[in-house]
């Protein structure tokens, strides 16, 4: 399965915008990037998915960059009901594995 | 819409003891998954169920996990007998079958505790 790479912990301010980036230099040409959220105690939530263009909706927005070796989620304006782990997928045929994903505190 | 119904939602359970989940993902949902998540890690794929034939079960310990999904719709996964390394959320997805569907939405998973 092709692998993904993200930092393990970020930080960032209510109300500023965060970047959160992923490395999968291993993608194929039809693996999908997708990114799920986990807050504490809950199972993940969708967020957004992509397969080379950027994508907004109204939860993020997704950067891929041209080779698709990495792609960044945008939160535009954080809030701390943001505040829990990031996971970045690449998903195909329905099947997706998850890495440990990057935890993401906001502070006040 | 009602989401992904899993029970119990906690379980304490002694080791070499036998354990049962049930699942009941979004209604007209082909596709679910089972995951496996232990403490501080990302949720690892168990077993992937297309209606009721198996897509993916490559992960599944064989010899103390089973699943099934009988009709294709409601979904069990069994420890027998449990281990102190089973304790972990064991999370229930299910997924839309239309072309072009992606999200997947999950349960809220049922704690084990192995002790």
């Known amino acids: 399965d092709a692998k993904t790479t993200q930092p393990n912990s970020m930080e960032s301010n209510e109300e500023e915008p965060v970047h959160l980036p992923c490395n999968h230099s291993t993608i194929s040409g039809t693996d999908y990037i997708h990114w799920y959220r986990q807050l504490p105690s809950q199972g993940p939530e969708y967020v957004i998915h992509g397969l080379t263009s950027n994508v907004n909706n109204r939860m993020a927005s997704l950067a891929i960059a041209e080779d698709r070796k990495s792609s960044t989620l945008i939160l535009h304006r954080a809030t701390l009901r943001d505040a829990a782990v990031y996971y970045c997928?690449?998903?195909?045929?329905?099947?997706?594995?998850f890495g440990d994903g990057t935890t993401l505190t906001v502070k006040p | 819409e009602a989401g992904v119904a899993q029970s119990p939602r906690y379980k304490i359970i002694e080791k070499r003891q036998s354990v049962a989940f049930w699942c009941n993902p979004i209604?007209?949902?082909?596709?679910l998954y089972w995951y496996q998540q232990i403490l501080g890690q990302g949720p690892k794929l168990l077993i992937q169920?297309?209606?009721?034939?198996?897509?993916?079960d490559s992960q599944l310990p064989k010899d103390r996990f089973s699943a099934e999904r009988l009709k294709g719709v409601d979904s069990t996964l069994k420890i027998q007998p449990a281990k102190l390394e089973d304790s972990a959320v064991y999370l229930c997805?299910?997924?839309?079958?239309?072309?072009?569907?992606?999200?997947?939405?999950f349960g809220p998973g049922t704690r084990l505790t192995v002790l």
């Open positions: 169920f297309q209606n009721n034939g198996v897509v993916d």
């Open positions: 209604s007209g949902h082909a596709t």
């Open positions: 997805a299910s997924r839309g079958s239309l072309a072009g569907v992606i999200e997947q939405f």
């Open positions: 997928i690449l998903a195909n045929a329905g099947k997706s594995t």
